[in-house]
């Protein structure tokens, strides 16, 4: 039995590495656009180009998709042909030497996927912040107190292992 393309995304990316990349044009057209919070990439050859430099640092990541949410329907695009689209949601785990002493880092996010026969369009969302400002020691400070702020909290200070304490919350 033939696996759907939500099958192939989720063995993909549960095996992702460097090796895999060269695979990617059986799950994306030529002229596929990514978009993540760190740019947009059109194409398929830039798009192995951008998994080749993730992959090719001195850190590892490892992806589990959590959940799978696919519409049965397709979508009626302007200027484009039908298209279903699906949602995945993941987890990363990644570590880095320059982040957290190179501990292992959990980020959560997601993927959403326009395809026919294969994926013309990929938007992953995550929270740039928590993937990798948080990590960096004066960064990671700041981050932490306008989150607190925008929490409600009217001050934070750092404590030793990089964390935020609350000082004191709004009245």
Not at 28 to 56: A, R
Not at 97 to 102: F, H, K, R, Y
């Amino acid at each position: 039995m033939k696996q759907s393309l939500t099958d192939d995304f989720v063995s993909f990316y549960q095996a992702f590495s460097v090796d895999s990349i060269a695979n990617l044009g059986h799950l994306y057209v030529e002229s596929v656009t990514f978009v993540d919070p760190v740019h947009k990439v059109n194409g398929l050859e830039p798009l192995k180009q951008y998994f080749h430099h993730l992959c090719g640092g001195e850190g590892t990541s490892h992806f589990a998709i959590t959940d799978v949410i696919a519409a049965n329907k397709e979508l009626v695009l302007e200027d484009a042909e039908a298209q279903a689209s699906a949602f995945f949601r993941w987890q990363m785990t990644y570590n880095h030497p320059s982040l957290s002493s190179g501990k292992p880092l959990i980020l959560v996010g997601g993927s959403m996927i326009r395809f026919s026969n294969r994926i013309t369009y990929q938007e992953d969302f995550y929270d740039l912040g928590q993937m990798v400002y948080q990590h960096i020691p004066v960064l990671g400070w700041a981050v932490k107190k306008v989150k607190a702020r925008l929490a409600g909290c009217e001050a934070i200070a750092p404590s030793p292992n990089n964390t935020a304490t609350i000082l004191s919350e709004p009245n």
